[in-house]
């Protein structure tokens, strides 16, 4: 019996001189500092792909994005370990790739819990 054996389909992400990987991050960090010029608050939301959750591919992107996140002092929530407790086809539809009901639940549930103080503070509503 052939066992599977997870691959990495992003290598980038393990060389941080890697162009592509560079490029992303200056991306997120624009982004966020221009929400920040605007008075708004950003947050990284990191989301699984389905071949992540069914064991095909190496999480390792997951952790260098975290750490990325981490050392660029950027607020993050990263929902592949929550949604680990899930079989893939419960989050995913096997069709495209979109979030099921399911998966679109728990990423607005993950997403409201880190904001919902945010709100609770401003004065108008978003």
């Known amino acids: ?66 750490e990325f996140a981490t050392r660029e002092k950027t607020q993050y929530i990263n929902l592949l370990p929550e949604m680990t407790a899930f079989r893939w086809n419960d989050l995913f539809y096997a069709e495209d790739g979109h979030f099921t009901p399911l998966g679109a639940r728990l990423t607005a549930q993950a997403i409201f819990q880190v904001i919902q103080p945010w709100v609770a503070h401003e004065e108008s509503p978003l």
């Open 1 to 66: 019996m052939k066992r599977l054996i997870p691959q990495n389909p992003f290598p980038q992400y393990l060389d941080s001189t890697n162009s592509d990987w560079i490029l992303t991050q200056e991306l997120i960090k624009a982004i966020r500092d221009e929400s920040a010029k605007r008075g708004a608050k950003f947050l990284l939301v990191i989301l699984p792909q389905r071949e992540y959750l069914n064991g095909s591919f190496n999480p390792i992107v997951y952790e260098k994005i975290e």
